[in-house]
Every structure is written in C-alpha cells, then in structure tokens.
C-alpha cells in the first residue's frame, strides 16, 4: 500500500499545490478558491508519496468562530478519489479536524456535493463524517437529470412536452451565448427576479467578477424571440462530466410559453455533444430557502431525478 503525508498549507500558491489525482470539481481548483473570501484559505492534502499526487483535499476558510468549507461557492468538502484507503480518509479527517482546531474557530462546517456527483465517495463520507462527530445541520434534495442517448421529449411528461412544441411552432431558438454581454445577463436576471419576489443569490458584481474571470466554466444559455430574450441560464462546468443548471430565469411576458423547458431541452443536448453524463438541476427552495413544491415538480415533470445534498457540522 502507497504510504501518505498529510500536507497542510495555508494561502499556498500554484506551484506549491499538488495535482489531484483525477479530474476535480473546479469549485475546489485553485483558480475558484483564490477569489473565495480573498484567497484567506486553508488546504489539506493527503500526498501520495509514490505518485506525488493528491489522493484527498479539502480547503477551508476561517471567518470569526467558524470555519467552512467552502468561502463562496455552491459547495467544497473532502473530494478524494474512490481508491482512497479508509485508514487514509480516517487519517485525513482527524488531521484536517485539528488543523481547523488550531484556528480557534468553534464550529466547522462542511458543505457537501450532491451524492450523485460521486455517489460512492459520497455515502462513504457521510459515514465518515458521522463517526468523526459530525451531524447533518441540513438536507436538501438536488435534482438531475442523468444524461443518455435518449431524446429529451421522451424523458419528459405530456404537459412539458406541449410547453416544448408550443415554443418550436413560435420559432423560439435555444443557443449558447459564446460572445455574451455580460452587463445584458446580469441586468436580465436581476430583472426577472425582481419581477418574481426574489433577489439574486449572487450580488450583480460578484456574478459579474465570475462572469469575466471564468468564460470556459461559466457558460451562457439562451432562448430567443427573435431579438428578444425569453429565457436565459447561467451554467457551470463543474467538471468535464458535470454541468450545473446554476442560475436560470425566464421572462414574465413569455410565462404561457414556458420557455424554460426548451432551455432543458438545449442544455440536454448540450450535455450530450460534450460527453456530459450528468446536468444538474440544482435544489428547489423559495426566497426564504424553504423547499418550493411547484419547483419540485416542475423538475420531476423534466424527468429529473433526486439526489441528497447535505451540510455537515462538527462543533469543536
């Protein structure tokens, strides 16, 4: 068996980082984790000493008596690959439980990836996570669609199907946005939420920061009434294999059309083109972050599927 070091780093730079050991989410990729919270992080590597790589990682951030992991991101957690020994993922956690320790925080908090992101790895922290003296603060459940050879309209119920032809026979066209302006999407989504009672869960200059800093992970998806924008989604590539559905909106004057339904329906066969295996439609709760049942069925109509998203506490 490869023997480890656990390697500790505090605000560390590229060169000093080493390689994961398989593709990683990019919210835990160095580039996304220096503009959380000032780049103000701690890493913890378990270091393969015969490959040089990262077998396991998980950055934390400290703010007053708490430290979390992510800064400023949908999630960050213990990403480690499959192969991981559990002697070393045990090895891991206690030493990644007093390094936060020795920060003086009192509590950590650990967002996790949706389960079916790594479903394997997922339950097996989650068990970890447990017997190292963590409990689930919240639960939420993350809708998917699992991405196959199957055309879009026969995943999809009748009602959504109509919405679908409905939006082909006014001659509305799904596209990537490759040049997009980035003050047009900011200012579409800020709209459109207004109109609906909901504010952005991103300031307009933190969207924008992402926007401009990250073009090949942030992606522009649009529906279009000839010059008009009837809908419009901010999509992640999570990772080669990963898209996250991150910020969609439609327009009110287009409600009857539903034009959300043919942006599925584009980002599907998006996901298709690119060997994408898993768009992710995100979790379903209202402004005051309760679970909203419209937007719950809304998803399952699509075809979507539920997977657990959980935020683990440990208090210290």
């Known amino acids: 068996m490869a023997t480890y070091t656990m390697l500790l780093q505090e605000k560390p730079q590229s060169a000093d980082i080493p390689e994961f050991c398989e593709s990683g989410f990019f919210f835990n990729e160095l580039s996304h984790l220096q503009q959380q919270q000032d780049g103000q992080f701690h890493l913890l590597t ?42 070393i993922l045990d090895e891991f956690l206690d030493t990644l439980t007093e390094s936060v320790r020795a920060t003086a925080t009192t509590t950590f908090r650990v967002v996790n990836y949706p389960h079916c992101y790594a479903p394997g790895q997922a339950r097996r922290l989650t068990r970890k996570l447990f017997r190292h003296g963590f409990r689930v603060v919240e639960t939420n459940q993350n809708f998917f669609l699992p991405v196959s050879n199957q055309n879009f309209v026969n995943l999809i119920e009748p009602e959504q199907r109509r919405r679908l032809n409905k939006c082909q026979n006014a001659d509305f066209q799904f596209s990537q946005w490759k040049r997009p302006s980035i003050t047009e999407v900011v200012d579409f989504l800020r709209e459109t939420r207004q109109q609906q009672g909901y504010r952005l869960t991103l300031s307009p200059e933190r969207l924008t920061e992402l926007l401009q800093n990250f073009p090949d992970q942030f992606l522009i998806f649009v529906v279009t009434d000839g010059a008009n924008l009837a809908a419009l989604t901010v999509a992640v590539r999570v990772r080669h294999d990963i898209l996250y559905n991150f910020m969609p909106a439609s327009h009110p004057n287009y409600r009857t059309f539903s034009p959300m339904v043919m942006l599925t329906d584009g980002l599907y066969t998006y ?33 979507a599927v539920t997977s657990p998203k959980l935020i683990f506490e440990k208090a210290l």
């Open 46 to 87: 378990a270091l393969n000493q015969t490959t040089r790589q990262a077998d396991a990682r998980c950055a934390f951030f400290v703010r007053s008596n708490e430290a979390v992991s992510p800064g400023a991101a949908p999630f960050g957690s213990i990403e480690f690959t499959e192969k991981l020994p559990d002697s």
């Open 271 to 303: 996901c298709q083109q690119q060997g994408i295996r898993l768009l992710d439609l995100g979790v379903s709760l209202d402004s005051n972050h309760c679970p909203k049942p419209s937007l719950m069925r809304f998803k399952l109509n699509l075809g």
